[in-house]
DNA sequence: CGAAGCTCTCACGGCTTCTTCACAGATTTC
DNA sequence: GAAATCTGTGAAGAAGCCGTGAGAGCTTCG
């Protein structure tokens, strides 16, 4: 199972966190500030980082750029309220997700989570960028859609609606699962609205539109 | 073997239930009120918690929503008599199952060996998404039957109906336990629709139509 | 600044599915 | 063997679901 570094000058809080890792069958491990965080991250290999921002010696953003000189590891930033603006700057860091104190511990699991199976996910289709299922073919590289070797243009909820629906082919997914996957947890919009990107995707695929089936009552599925 | 929360005021419940869990091998912890319950819910693993409803301090309903908010542990109430209206809000805060009081420990037990049970096999189904019995088959990821390698169109109900039947083979299942779970606790409908989903789910099931047997007073059966 | 493109929402209409009901046949009970 | 209870079945209305087109709010681009 997966090792997360958790990364933080409070102990308590570090502690809260291990335990909710260890229900969820994480391995851990422990840093009070940044400086030790590097060093660690240099001798040991771990899967995700969970880091406060805040901290002394070496604060959680300098760390961050660091780490990610030498390795590329998820991170998750923790911020207090209040620190949100820094979150386009986090980004451009390559941090991967946020979570703001006070937080819930079972909200930053549901996280890390996310963020581990997205780079799972994304570790697969670097290993083989294309998905093909008759003369339908998507390249996750160029983010190309061809029918019959022919390019065609998708918007970009097109594309990842396709993309998500072809790497979970035969599975029948629920408009709910797709919005969270997709769109992301804190998307609080109308499920039909899957239903218009659905059907505007079908015009595009020509002849291969029934690869797209409704499922009555849950939703889609891609069937190969 | 699993590991039990017993949350009561009085002491001689929690005595009673705690002799009748070891009897059936299972390990306790015990807390006296909601309050006490949430703390040892964050710092312990449990497999199931059976809690009171009414307690000084913090009452069960509320401890049940703090506890769901952080970890998803199955949770059995305990209702004096009359209580039994709060019935429907106790399921949207995710309870799974009510005992009312005074209860049997026997009939306890067996409720906590079926949550229990209930649990670990939708854990089960999540790693093998196929259930088959002879040439019949249906496929839980693509939603899907199949009778002899041909693919057969189900409705949802219908789907949903076969599937439960297959996951419970060759255990008679009452209506009243089919509308609980398939339709959900807030249904209130005629029981008699399952009949009319059974002859419609049979007429498709070709030779494999006996399966599904009728257990006369009680409900439905599958036959493995 | 206007045009074009994208995303999301909404509501209509057609179609499928669900539910109810009544009756006939089967089974059990007395 | 008659009465009571239960299930199978077909029909029909009610309810629900999805495809679709239109359009509003935004952003991007020229």
Redesign the pocket.
Known sequence: MAKLLIVDDEAKIREVIREYAHFNKYETDEAEDGMQAVGKCLNNDYDLIIMDIMMPRLDGYSACKEIKKEKDIPIIMLSARGEEYDKLFGFELGIDDYVVKPFSPKELMARVAAVLARKQHSAEAARNPVLASDGLEINTDSRTVTVDGVKV?C????YEILAYLMQNKNMALSRDRMLQDI?GYD?F??D??I?????NL?GRLGKYRDKIV??????YKFED
Do not use: A, M, N, P
Not at 155 to 158: D, G, H, I, N, S
Not at 195 to 199: E, F, R
């Open positions: 243009d918007t970009l909820k097109e769109w998307f919009g109308d039909r609205t239903d218009t990107h659905i059907k079908r409704t499922v009555r009552g849950i939703g």
